[in-house]
């Protein structure tokens, strides 16, 4: 029973050790390359944009204003 006690402890404490090195490094990346992260997103938005409004101009800008 303590072995697994210890297990268990030990996964408590590495998970969130893991996840802030996931999060840190992502973070760096962004930070290094702010450019390419912007163009991709912009380029989500355009893509959804497409989808929702098709050929509509007005429709188009309204999402644009916004």
């Known amino acids: 029973m303590r072995r697994y006690r210890l297990i268990i402890g030990a996964l408590v404490l590495l998970l969130p050790i893991a996840f802030m090195v ?11 390359n702010p ?4 163009l991709q ?3 989500r938005i355009n893509c959804q944009i497409d989808y929702a409004c ?6 188009r800008d309204v999402f644009v204003e916004c």
């Open 35 to 38: 450019s390419y992260y912007q």
């Open 22 to 32: 996931g999060v840190l490094s992502g973070q760096a990346d962004v930070k290094a």
């Open 54 to 59: 098709g050929d509509d101009p007005y429709c």
């Open 41 to 43: 997103t912009m380029d």
